[in-house]
């Protein structure tokens, strides 16, 4: 397992505590692109000084388009049948969550991507908006899982319950969407009981917190991929967040100010405020 952290000076690797500058040279974007990513960085990194922790984080995306899927867990088809009741779209979800095909949705460009320790967006024309916690994977070009990492996917229930087509509008805007802290790099996924846990503060009280399995998602990491390569083509790769099993009541939304956290081992905790 190596972790990568993308800083202003370039990519850190991170092997059992101990830290290691990598060339410049070496981006995100070859990463994404080499379907060699584990041997090339293990073959570099006998080479490259060891340093400190980087203490400031970029946007873990540079040219990858990031993308979701979504009711892959029956508490997320819950909560989207709850929100869409009063406009007729409520079946919609419960059809979906029981259907081969799952629900793909475009998440985000990597300029809207907010880095780990910045600040995430709720709408200005929203007034029920909630953080989702997931476990996102890191694909490469060829449509190859090689790696994993947190994603925090903003949304505006309010307007997706309005209208599922609305669902661009609630999901796509600037600063909708975090990943990190760091993207692991592995041949194999999280095990099945792996915790993905959330809590949000607001003026230093926790008003959230909750969790969920691995082994609570609907469908196999691989075949959400399998489907998002379908007719599709991502040069530079991109992220698949896979969905939710943790959503807040209705009576809660996010205010500015508030802390989220979000953690899965073993890839540490992605933490952003809300502007």
């Not at 908006?129 to 947190?150: D, M, R």
């Not at 959503?247 to 081992?265: A, E, H, M, N, Y």
């Amino acid at each position: 397992m190596i972790k990568i952290f993308p800083a202003e000076s370039g990519l850190y690797a991170e092997v059992t505590g101990n830290f290691y500058a990598l060339p410049t040279s070496f981006d995100l974007d070859r990463l994404f692109m080499d379907s060699t990513a584990m041997a090339i960085l293990q073959s570099i990194l006998p080479d490259v000084p060891r340093v400190e922790r980087p203490t400031t984080l970029l946007p873990l995306a540079q040219s990858q388009e990031i993308w979701a899927a979504g009711v892959t867990y029956y508490r997320s088809r819950t909560a989207r049948m709850e929100e869409a009741k009063n406009s007729g779209g409520g079946s919609f979800y419960d059809k979906v969550y029981e259907a081969e095909r799952p629900e793909l949705f475009f998440k985000a460009t990597p300029h809207r991507v907010a880095a780990p320790g910045s600040m995430v967006r709720i709408r200005s024309d929203s007034r029920w908006n909630v953080p989702e916690p997931e476990l996102t994977l890191a694909i490469n070009s060829a449509g190859k899982i090689f790696g994993y990492t947190i994603g925090n996917d903003m949304s505006s229930r309010d307007i997706e319950g309005e209208n599922p087509l609305y669902l661009p509008q609630a999901k796509v805007y600037d600063r909708c969407a975090s990943l990190g802290p760091c993207l692991v790099i592995d041949d194999q996924l999280p095990a099945p009981e792996t915790v993905i846990a959330i809590e949000i503060e607001r003026e230093g009280q926790q008003v959230f917190s909750g969790d969920t399995t691995l082994g609570q998602i609907k469908r196999p990491l691989a075949s959400l991929a399998e489907w998002l390569f379908r007719d599709n083509s991502f040069p530079r790769g991109c992220y698949l967040m896979t969905g939710t099993g943790v959503v807040p009541p209705d009576s809660f939304t996010l205010q500015s100010g508030d802390k989220i956290c979000i953690t899965i081992s073993p890839i540490g905790t992605l933490i952003n405020t809300v502007a």
